[in-house]
């Protein structure tokens, strides 16, 4: 089965920073990979698909880039209410195998 | 507005069953896969289990196969979760969640509010 990698396991920025997550599958999976947020106490919620492309109603300070076994969720400009825990999935075949999580707070 | 809502979590001894239900609405049900995901307390994301639109294609996690099967009732727009055999690491919030209507549209978009299973003697 693929493995899915997320680093950092938990991140501490500021507010206005560049934050960027990482992802890794074990093997390649094309483009076929999701980011969510789960902010503490929620639902997780769907930001990113096919790698790349950004779900409606998500803010534009959000963005993912990758394809094959590397990808990266970024956020541009960190606000406050981006603190959250943000999983990767592989969903292009079963198990759909989602990241770790990387918890990110703000410093 | 599509809505997702589970039902039939609580409290079971180890060994006993539970069948969680997930009602759909605001969307054509029987046109897309669906999914369960649990979080056990303070844990990641796992996904359980996937069961195509027309019910031709069933996945299981390794932890679960053999002991929990998905079903679905498209005409009563509900998807099931049969769980047996529970073990003390089930515990968990279950999560339904949306698949896709093609093959490569898989992501899980959106997800329900999660019923909480507790297997404990």
């Known amino acids: 089965d693929i493995q899915m990698t997320q680093s950092p396991s938990s991140l501490s920025a500021s507010v206005g920073d560049r934050v960027t997550i990482t992802c890794r599958a074990s093997q390649g999976i094309s483009n076929y990979l999701a980011w969510y947020q789960q902010k503490p106490g929620k639902v997780p919620k769907l930001l990113i698909y096919?790698?790349?492309t950004l779900q409606s109603g998500v803010p534009s300070r959000f963005s993912g880039s990758g394809s094959g076994t590397d990808f990266t969720l970024t956020i541009s400009s960190l606000q406050p209410e981006d603190v959250a825990t943000y999983y990767c999935?592989?969903?292009?075949?079963?198990?759909?195998?989602f990241g770790q999580g990387t918890k990110l707070e703000i410093k | 507005e599509v809505q997702l809502v589970e039902s039939g979590g609580g409290l079971v001894k180890p060994g006993g069953s539970l069948r969680l239900s997930c009602a759909a609405s605001?969307?054509?049900?029987?046109?897309?896969?669906m999914n369960w995901v649990r979080q056990a307390p303070g844990k990641g994301l796992e996904w359980v289990s996937s069961i195509s639109s027309s019910s031709s294609y069933i996945y299981y996690a390794d932890s679960v196969k053999g002991r929990f099967t998905i079903s679905r009732d498209n005409a009563k727009n509900s998807l099931y979760l049969q769980m047996n055999s529970l073990r003390a690491e089930d515990t968990a919030v279950y999560y339904c969640?949306?698949?896709?209507?093609?093959?490569?549209?898989?992501?899980?978009?959106?997800w329900g509010q999660g019923t909480l299973v507790t297997v404990s003697s």
């Open positions: 999935q592989k969903y292009n075949s079963a198990p759909r195998t």
């Open positions: 969640a949306r698949g896709g209507m093609i093959y490569g549209d898989d992501w899980f978009d959106p």
């Open positions: 605001g969307f054509t049900f029987s046109s897309y896969s």
């Open positions: 096919a790698a790349s």
